[in-house]
């Protein structure tokens, strides 16, 4: 690990909670945003735009990547990669202009194999309002400062998978949560792909100087890129849920320990977990194990499949992640079939298809759902159990990265453009 300096932090956690209480706009500080499900408590969003009409601003980002914007306050931050994938940087715009504020190069690293739609700065950046935390493609850390200074890099865990790095970081108190589900690199590349291996762990960082705080393995499991969840147990014991390949697991916030593990077969996994009352929505992989699971969040140790409360097996997601939005679970595939489900039970509501080819994971304000396709058009419905389709808006540029929510603005980063949607005057 090269530490490159130490810098006292405030403590952020009572910053972010009083922003939108104090008028602010919401901040979508992480993957799908400041609960990491992919909700939003804004409101007066745009609901019609396209590449010319009702875009605040647009500006032009270097590189390929298809990590997500997020956005704290007044700044936009974005990972790419430039030259062939070798060099790692980390953007911050102006979030009223777009602006380009600082573009920070902040390591080389060799670029290794990936799958096609994957990047070589695939995870998104998370920040706790001081400083920006992001991944790359062979897995080493980087913690910047909002001025883009670095304050502190960890390389001690490269990373190797099949697929590439597909999976993000997330923070909880004073720690930088990420789990690793790679796959060998030596000879026989089916190991931890095809074959499980006791290789996969999850790891927590100091977010203050990047040393690490615990490292716990999964036991025998398989690649997988599923971004963590946070739940708070019977116990007041905060606990990371976490997914990969062949299981799902609930580990200590504080020491990592592993408290239990179910059985949840298939590799490849990518939807990230999303809780709901006492439960997880989950995903199974590739090898035809696919389906939609639930499972209850009780119980300690070796569980199987003790715990699991439903599945469904039609028009079950590889890519996207889904929305719970209490009764509902609504889900999308690659090939574009959306549906509602019941979460009880995981019945089926009502299920339909929309044009064009999805990986961006859906975002949810306002009794509104925002499904962005591969092509660049977002189809907004009515969340909730008729399928009523209320826009359709093309950009007609290739997306892959899932729509970021801050100031009645949306965030869209397309193959070479980051978007903001929304009203010019809305800045607040």
Not at 7 to 24: C, I, K, Q, R
Not at 132 to 151: E, N, P, Q, R, T
């Amino acid at each position: 690990m090269n530490l490159i300096r130490k810098t006292p932090l405030l403590n952020m956690g009572a910053v972010f909670l009083s922003l939108f209480a104090d008028g602010m706009a919401e901040n979508w500080p992480g993957f799908r945003g400041p609960t990491r499900q992919g909700v939003s408590t804004e409101t007066g969003l745009p609901l019609k735009w396209s590449a010319t009409e009702n875009v605040a601003w647009k500006a032009e980002i270097p590189g390929e990547a298809w990590s997500s914007p997020i956005v704290w306050r007044d700044q936009v931050f974005l990972t790419t990669a430039t030259d062939q994938g070798t060099a790692c940087r980390v953007l911050a715009l102006d979030r009223n202009s777009g602006r380009v504020l600082w573009d920070k190069e902040v390591f080389k690293q060799i670029p290794l194999r990936k799958e096609r739609r994957n990047s070589y700065a695939t995870p998104t950046p998370v920040t706790d309002g001081k400083l920006v935390y992001a991944v790359f493609g062979d897995g080493s850390f980087v913690a910047l400062d909002f001025k883009g200074d670095i304050v502190w890099t960890n390389r001690d865990f490269k990373f190797y998978s099949q697929h590439g790095l597909g999976t993000s970081p997330i923070l909880w108190e004073d720690l930088l949560i990420m789990a690793r589900d790679g796959s060998s690199d030596s000879e026989d590349k089916k190991v931890g792909w095809q074959i499980p291996w006791d290789k996969s762990f999850v790891l927590a960082l100091d977010k203050n100087t990047g040393a690490v705080r615990w490292r716990t393995s999964r036991g025998m499991s398989r690649i997988a890129h599923v971004v963590p969840a946070i739940w708070r147990d019977s116990n007041g014991r905060t606990q990371i849920i976490s997914g990969a390949g062949d299981v799902v697991q609930g580990f200590d916030a504080r020491s990592g320990d592993l408290i239990w593990t179910s059985e949840n077969k298939g590799e490849g996994v990518v939807p990230s977990i999303v809780l709901g009352d006492g439960v997880a929505f989950t995903a199974c992989g590739w090898g035809g194990h696919e389906s939609i699971r639930t499972f209850r969040l009780d119980g300690k140790g070796d569980l199987k499949e003790t715990k699991l409360v439903w599945e469904q097996r039609k028009a079950v997601p590889k890519i996207p992640s889904y929305l719970h939005l209490k009764p509902h679970l609504f889900t999308i595939t690659e090939g574009g079939i959306v549906m509602c489900l019941n979460e009880s039970m995981g019945e089926i509501i009502w299920q339909e298809r929309l044009a064009g080819n999805f990986s961006a994971s859906p975002v949810a304000a306002e009794d509104r759902i925002y499904f962005l396709s591969d092509e660049g058009e977002t189809t907004v419905i009515e969340a909730g159990p008729q399928f009523k389709v209320l826009a359709k808006n093309p950009l007609n540029e290739k997306v892959q990265a899932s729509i970021a929510i801050s100031g009645k603005r949306l965030f869209i980063r397309t193959e070479r453009t980051l978007y903001c949607i929304g009203d010019a005057a809305s800045n607040r």
